[in-house]
T-cell receptor, first 116, second 116 residues
Framework: GAVVSQHPSWVICKSGTSVKIECRSL??????MFWYRQFPKQSLMLMAT?????????EQGVEKDKFLINHASLTLSTLTVTSAHPEDSSFYIC????????????FGDGTRLSIL | AQSVTQPDIHITVSEGASLELRCNYS??????LFWYVQSPGQGLQLLLK??????LVQGIKGFEAEFKRSQSSFNLRKPSVHWSDAAEYFC??????????????FGRGTSLIVHP
């Protein structure tokens, strides 16, 4: 089946540093990747949608300069949290999908980000 | 506005009992429907999906779901729950009439608790 690898699974860093999270589709080409943020006991909050080779589309209220998304190839998207602060601590999940609407998303295992 | 509703925040069942998790949507056209399961600290795993055709779909781990157009529902069922089924369950919807963006919408999730 389709596998999405997300790395790292857990990162702890000091306030003010930047953190990069990678999302790779291992056995299929992902024309679309999604980045979500999930707070404890809550649903997924879509942050942005990225299509390979084009700029990401950010949801309302998500700072594009804070959360930099790159989708340079059909198998890799990255999310960089710039100048991270404690309020950015959260669980970040990526998913990948082919362009067709009836194709399911395949999720990474998430990244637990803790900013001290 | 388009929406996905999972009316039950928590469901508690005894091991071996049957299970039904509810999902309702409000979209103009029949959307594409998905159920995902999330274990603590993990990403989401696809259980099953519905696009068209037979309204009763079978998924992994013994789950099934039935699409009922008249009720705008896509409820998830399992005849006999195992302790390992305890997790968070998310219903997701993609509208094929979304102008090509095909952005999924998730319900808020239902937490399944299984008693021995």
């Amino acid at each position: 089946g389709a596998v999405v690898s997300q790395h790292p699974s857990w990162v702890i860093c000091k306030s003010g540093t930047s953190v990069k999270i990678e999302c790779r589709s291992l056995d299929f080409q992902a024309t679309t990747m999604f980045w979500y943020r999930q707070f404890p006991k809550q649903s997924l909050m879509l942050m942005a949608t990225s299509n390979e080779g084009s700029k990401a589309t950010y949801e309302q209220g998500v700072e594009k300069d804070k959360f930099l998304i790159n989708h340079a190839s059909l198998t890799l998207s990255t999310l960089t949290v710039t100048s991270a602060h404690p309020e950015d601590s959260s669980f970040y999940i990526c998913s990948a999908r082919d362009r067709e609407a009836n194709q399911p998303q395949h999720f990474g295992d998430g990244t637990r980000l803790s900013i001290l | 506005a388009q929406s996905v509703t999972q009316p039950d925040i928590h469901i508690t069942v005894s091991e071996g009992a049957s299970l039904e998790l509810r999902c309702n949507y409000s979209y103009g056209a029949t959307p594409y429907l998905f159920w995902y399961v999330q274990s603590p600290g993990q990403g989401l795993q696809l259980l099953l999906k519905y696009f068209s055709g037979d309204t009763l779909v079978q998924g992994i781990k013994g789950f099934e779901a039935e699409f009922k157009r008249s009720q705008s529902s896509f409820n998830l069922r399992k005849p006999s729950v195992h302790w390992s089924d305890a997790a968070e369950y998310f219903c997701a919807v993609v509208s094929p009439a979304s102008g090509g963006s095909y952005i999924p919408t998730f319900g808020r999730g239902t937490s399944l608790i299984v008693h021995p």
